[in-house]
């Protein structure tokens, strides 16, 4: 069982910038696959990043590139996203997970989640 605790959440002025940390327990991080999702009021939860067990293989929803990038260190058992030139359309509670993978591979499916990170973006 994987436990996992996001931080680094909070309020930024547009064009501002944030860096979000998931830190992982329980489990072997570098086994796992790992993504950051998002959910606005309102709206569905949606996918934001993924990254591979290795960091070598990383996956951004459209809405994320260019401006966002996962990383992770597998030393401190954490995960990344930092997230430049932020919008008003942000804002969200950002969650982060985690899945066992076989190869070091990304994936949009989850299996563990921690209880979310609220950004919020004032224009």
């Known amino acids: 069982q994987v436990q996992l605790v996001e931080s680094g959440g909070g309020l930024v002025q547009a064009g501002g910038s944030l860096r979000l940390s998931c830190a992982a327990s329980?489990?072997?991080?570098?086994?796992?696959?790992m993504g950051w999702f998002r959910q606005a009021p309102g709206k569905e939860r949606e996918f934001a990043a993924a990254?591979?067990?290795?960091?070598?293989?990383?996956l951004y929803a459209d809405s994320a590139k260019g401006r966002f990038t996962i990383s992770r260190d597998n030393a401190k058992n954490t995960v990344y996203l930092q997230m430049n030139s932020l919008k008003p359309e942000d804002t969200a509670v950002y969650y982060c997970?985690?899945?066992?993978?076989?190869?070091?591979?990304?994936?949009?499916?989850?299996?563990?989640w921690g209880q979310g990170t609220q950004v919020t973006v004032s224009s």
């Open positions: 997970a985690a899945v066992w993978t076989l190869t070091d591979t990304v994936v949009v499916e989850y299996d563990y």
């Open positions: 329980g489990g072997t991080f570098s086994s796992y696959a």
């Open positions: 990254i591979s067990w290795s960091g070598g293989n990383t």
